[in-house]
């Protein structure tokens, strides 16, 4: 048991109590804002602000680039889908007073050609800041850093991946799509192992917890699309 829990926490003995508590903290409100989001509770995007904003201090600290550029598409992305919920839900308290939920929608064709070119634009990012990760690390200078494709590890490609799945899955939570609870069901499952290799559990447990919320949420909005009128809004 105790050989467990040092594999499982034993990295935290040479972090700061700051960074421990950040780290905690972060969850704690990252949780709270995807049980928001399957309530189609607007407060989620507030809450989910709060996280990422610690995450994207704490990924620059511990040098995770793609990890912080994420947190920081999700900060801008909030403050879009926050403008976005709110204008969807006082257009349809016009029509429908005694409603108090944010409308939800399908996926539409329109959307593929968007989503396609955020996948692409996401890794191509992604991949040049790994690219040049060597430059970044020696203080931005170029003096004796090597560059190469060939430094990357799988680790990397996986980051390249889930970033892009998250960034596709956070535009169509913004657009209130209920299919963008699959991208991070996917996302969330694969983010749990790569986080304990990189040695973070309690982000790693968060992403166990999201994975079983993203599961029952997709199912609760697609419960929540039935049973909302059919008046089209924009």
């Known amino acids: 048991m105790a050989e467990i829990l040092n594999w499982l926490f034993g990295q935290y003995a040479d972090y700061?109590?700051?960074?421990?508590?950040?780290e905690l903290i972060a969850v704690v409100f990252g949780v709270a804002s995807v049980l928001l989001a399957s309530?189609?509770?607007?407060?989620?995007?507030?809450?989910?602000?709060?996280?990422?904003?610690?995450?994207?201090?704490?990924?620059?600290?511990?040098?995770?680039f793609g990890d912080m550029f994420i947190n920081a598409y999700y900060t801008v992305m909030s403050l879009y889908g926050w403008i976005n919920w709110s204008r969807n839900k006082?257009?349809?308290?016009?029509?429908?007073?005694?409603?108090?939920?944010?409308?939800?929608?399908?996926?539409?064709?329109?959307?593929?050609?968007?989503?396609?070119?955020?996948a692409v634009a996401t890794m191509s990012f992604v991949a040049l800041i790994y690219y040049f990760r060597p430059v970044i690390n020696n203080g931005f200078s170029f003096e004796g850093a090597v560059l190469g494709l060939h430094l990357?590890?799988?680790?990397d490609y996986t980051d390249m991946l889930t970033t892009a799945l998250f960034l596709m899955a956070m535009w169509l939570m913004a657009r209130r799509k209920i299919e963008h609870w699959i991208l991070w069901i996917i996302a969330d499952a694969i983010s749990v192992p790569l986080y304990f290799y990189k040695g973070f559990?309690?982000?790693a447990l968060q992403y166990v917890v999201f994975t079983l919320i993203a599961i029952w949420a997709y199912y609760e909005w697609q419960r929540r699309y039935r049973?909302?009128?059919r008046t089209a809004y924009a």
Request: hydrophobic share 50%; charged share 10%.
């Open 90 to 118: 006082k257009n349809q308290s016009i029509e429908h007073q005694t409603s108090n939920d944010v409308r939800i929608e399908h996926l539409h064709t329109g959307d593929i050609s968007i989503l396609s070119a955020l």
């Open 201 to 203: 559990t309690f982000t």
């Open 16 to 22: 700061s109590t700051i960074f421990i508590v950040l």
């Open 152 to 155: 990357f590890t799988w680790v």
């Open 227 to 229: 049973v909302q009128p």
């Open 39 to 64: 309530k189609t509770n607007i407060l989620v995007f507030p809450i989910g602000l709060m996280s990422t904003a610690i995450f994207v201090y704490l990924l620059w600290e511990w040098q995770l």
